[in-house]
């Protein structure tokens, strides 16, 4: 896993996270500091293991609790 870009976030409540853009190569990510597989491709909220998917009106919806952010 390697991080191609990152992405601020903010979602209704005002509460501003770090997305992480996830795609192939070798790095910190692949030693222990992630619980995703080593294969993993996307998006995912920085110092965490939560994912998060775009939606198609340009924002992200996390996955294990639906909140959805919209880019600053």
């Given amino acids: ?3 191609i870009d990152e ?3 903010k979602n209704a409540a005002g ?3 770090i997305l992480q853009n996830i795609g192939k190569g070798i790095s ?3 030693f222990g500091m ?3 597989p080593r294969d993993f491709q996307g998006y995912r909220v920085k110092y965490t293991d939560r994912v998060a998917q775009p939606q198609p009106d340009g924002s992200f919806k996390i996955s294990d609790n639906g909140d ?5």
């Avoid at 959805?68 to 600053?72: A, G, R, T």
Wanted: hydrophobic share 55%; aromatic share 10%.
């Fill in 34 to 36: 992630t619980h995703l």
């Fill in 68 to 72: 959805v952010f919209k880019p600053l």
């Fill in 1 to 3: 896993m390697q991080v």
């Fill in 15 to 17: 509460k501003v996270v």
């Fill in 28 to 30: 910190y990510l692949d």
């Fill in 7 to 9: 992405i601020k976030v």
